[in-house]
């Protein structure tokens, strides 16, 4: 059986192209009758998450939690510290927080003590106000893997009231 699961070319008979509602109704089918059907696959994922308010000092770590994730090459320590395996990931960050007395912050992803380049992200405001720092940021773990950490990078204590790091193993 021939069968695209993005959907974008459907044919599973031999009247190609099939109308889409037919082909969703046969992959459906497909799947219940079958054990080796994969759709999407990946090697490994995780989002990581803080739904808690936290005060993070100048070049403290930013504090997520495991939500959600398959494979087994990441891992959280619950301080901050986040160990991959060796590979190739792309990392994307959101971190909510309230723009400190100077109205600048900024945070940056550290693989081994050293900020990733390009990983930093900045905003600025009125002091009180909420800001929003994200970026995404393509990393290589050497082998015996690495620590990677989101890293307040401000200057000045960092009040966040929410942040999520998606990391995807993409090599």
Same mark, same amino acid.
């Given at each position: #059986? &021939?069968? %695209?699961?993005?959907? %974008?070319?459907?044919?599973?008979?031999?009247?190609?192209?099939?109308? =889409?509602?037919?082909? &969703? &109704?046969?992959? $459906?089918?497909?799947?219940? %009758?079958? /054990?080796?059907?994969?759709?999407?696959?990946?090697?490994?994922? @995780?989002? *990581?998450?803080?739904?808690?308010?936290?005060?993070?000092?100048?070049?403290? %770590?930013?504090? /997520?939690?495991?939500?959600?994730?398959?494979?087994?090459?990441?891992?959280?320590?619950?301080? +901050?510290? =986040?160990?991959?395996?060796?590979?190739?990931?792309?990392?994307?960050?959101?971190? #909510?927080?309230?723009?400190?007395?100077?109205?600048? #912050?900024?945070? @940056? *992803?550290? $693989?081994? +003590?050293?900020?990733?380049?390009?990983?930093?992200?900045?905003?600025?405001?009125?002091?009180?106000?909420?800001?929003? *720092?994200?970026?995404?940021?393509? =990393?290589?773990?050497?082998?015996?893997?690495?620590?990677?950490?989101?890293?307040?990078?401000? +200057?000045?204590?960092?009040?966040?009231?929410? @942040?999520?790091?998606?990391?995807?193993?993409?090599?």
């Amino acid at each position: #059986m &021939r069968c %695209n699961l993005n959907f %974008n070319q459907c044919y599973l008979s031999p009247y190609y192209p099939e109308p =889409i509602f037919t082909c &969703r &109704r046969n992959i $459906l089918l497909a799947i219940l %009758n079958s /054990t080796n059907v994969v759709i999407n696959p990946t090697t490994a994922f @995780a989002l *990581l998450s803080s739904a808690t308010t936290q005060t993070v000092a100048d070049d403290g %770590n930013v504090v /997520t939690t495991f939500i959600a994730g398959s494979g087994n090459s990441v891992n959280v320590d619950g301080s +901050g510290n =986040i160990t991959l395996s060796p590979g190739t990931y792309r990392v994307s960050y959101t971190v #909510m927080a309230t723009l400190p007395a100077g109205g600048n #912050m900024s945070s @940056a *992803l550290y $693989l081994n +003590g050293t900020e990733v380049s390009s990983s930093q992200s900045t905003a600025t405001g009125t002091a009180g106000n909420a800001g929003v *720092l994200a970026n995404t940021s393509t =990393i290589t773990i050497p082998a015996g893997g690495g620590t990677l950490r989101l890293v307040n990078t401000s +200057g000045d204590s960092l009040t966040v009231n929410s @942040a999520n790091i998606v990391i995807t193993k993409i090599g």
